[in-house]
């Protein structure tokens, strides 16, 4: 099970933190990753964590940062710099992989969380 939260309405330019609960995926053996949906595209890898290796999409390089608590079983996403183009339904993965790079993609994911909506506007 996947827990996620966090998400909710921010000016652009302000700042957001998700959080996703992973208590049943060791991340040892699983990556964890964030996708994120807008109506009529396809989910989009937007950050991963492992325990070798992380993955960033371009678009937010430099304003999104993923970290874990691994006593509290759980990864973050801090997200700054928000940007109108930013806003999506983000939804918590684990991963059929241990890594993240070159898996941080729908055909990889094994788990999905129930999503939390995320809203940039002035």
């Known amino acids: 099970q996947l827990v996620e939260s966090g998400g909710g309405l921010v000016q652009p330019g302000g700042s957001l933190r998700l959080s996703c ?3 049943r995926f060791a991340l040892d053996d699983h990556a964890i990753a964030w996708f994120r949906q807008v109506p009529g595209k ?3 890898g937007v950050s991963c964590i ?3 290796d992380t993955y960033y999409t371009d678009p937010v390089k430099g304003r999104f940062s ?3 608590n691994n006593v509290k079983n759980t990864v973050y996403l801090q997200m700054n710099s928000l940007k109108p ?3 999506a ?3 918590c993965a684990v991963l059929a992989s241990p890594f993240c790079r ?3 993609v729908e055909v990889w994911v094994g788990f999905w969380g129930q999503g ?3 809203n940039v506007s002035s």
Do not use: N, Q
């Open 116 to 118: 939390t909506h995320v």
């Open 42 to 44: 396809e989910r989009e």
């Open 50 to 52: 492992s325990t070798s």
């Open 66 to 68: 993923i970290s874990t």
């Open 21 to 23: 609960e992973h208590s």
């Open 85 to 87: 183009e930013d806003a």
């Open 89 to 91: 339904v983000y939804y």
């Open 102 to 104: 070159g898996r941080t």
